[in-house]
């Protein structure tokens, strides 16, 4: 048995770990591993396919990124080319990565990825590749899993940002405005934000007013506390508005998402004439160590993708449903997107002590 392992899309904490209790898992069994590097560009010509032996995962489980590379924009069906005008095309290149992937004598692939690497995987499965997938992302936003590996790390280095961040504002009597990561979800901003004691949390899934986001401030003021914390998903947006993006994205990929603190920060001050500033915590969520958690699962995802191409689950992917780790068809989990549900238990209880969503 040869198989590949391929990490694609963004990278998050823990990938490391997947690839070793993979690499580790299928040579206890006898099996021959190849990593795909940056994707699937390896398996495409733009980049390696490299053996992997017990010696190129050692020591590796506690280091953030991954030692395949990884890139979010290297779909195969959309892939970008270059024209001699300058401008890109996207083409299709998927029979091409089959044959290579033929040609080295792939019998099955791990392909470890957010929902658009998911997709990818699915695709291909439905051409005939025999296709296992591990849902990673830090957004935490893969349906049928109860967290993805990345998404504790994240919600940790955010939570020691908005530690930081109350002494300087308390200090100087400012509204701070931080801006994390997760697209479409704002699973980190309601996480960090209510395990660090933030006054506002705004999220993509409760629209917000700044009115009240302001009356908020205003009745901190009033008794005493004369600073603020506000954690802004970096897809929340207004009643009746939109998510804030980034300037031009490059060929291939998705839209990028975020800018919306500054805004907010800025209408905070002409509102209620507090002192205000704003910052973005951007990649350093998904760089660094992972947590214990996110090691710990993602090593469990590792060797239950193995499990799982031992048996032939093919189109399928490990999730947790705590206390075990599961087998989900892949196309099942991407017919829903997970998003906050507005009357989880943690938003409940963030509204019951007292954190403001502006609305
Ligand atoms: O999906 C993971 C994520 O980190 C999002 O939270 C964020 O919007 C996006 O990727 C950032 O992508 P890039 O690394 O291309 O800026």
Known sequence: ???????????????????????????????????????????????E??????????????LGGTILRTTNRG??????????????????????????????????????GGDGSLAIALRLCQKGMKIVGVPKTIDNDVSGTVTTFGFDTAVNTALEAIDRLHTTAESHDRVIVMEVMG????????HSGLAGTADVILIPEIPYDIGKVCEKIAARDRAGRQ????VVAEGAFPHGGHASTLGESMPGQAKRVGGVADSIAREIQQITGKE????????????????????LLATRFGGAAVRAVAEGQWGHMVALQSPHIVMLSIAEVLKVPKRLDPNHDVVQTARETGISFGD
């Open 276 to 295: 205000t500033r704003s910052l973005v915590l951007g990649h350093l969520q998904r760089g660094g160590m992972p947590t214990g958690y996110d090691r």
């Open 75 to 112: 779909n195969p069906f959309h892939y970008p080319r270059k024209q001699e005008d300058g401008t890109y095309k996207e083409i299709d290149r998927s029979d091409e990565l089959q044959e290579n992937a033929r040609q080295l004598g792939i019998d099955a692939v791990i392909s470890i």
């Open 49 to 62: 396919v490299v053996i992997l032996t017990r010696d190129s995962v050692r020591g590796i489980a506690h």
């Open 183 to 190: 697209r479409d979800t704002g699973f980190i901003a309601l």
């Open 1 to 47: 048995m040869r198989i590949a392992i391929s990490t694609g899309g963004g990278d998050a904490p823990g990938l490391n770990a997947v690839i070793r209790a993979a690499v580790l898992s299928a040579l206890n069994r006898g099996w021959e591993v190849l990593g795909v590097k940056r994707g699937f560009a390896g398996l495409l010509g733009e980049d």
């Open 227 to 230: 600073f603020s914390i506000v």
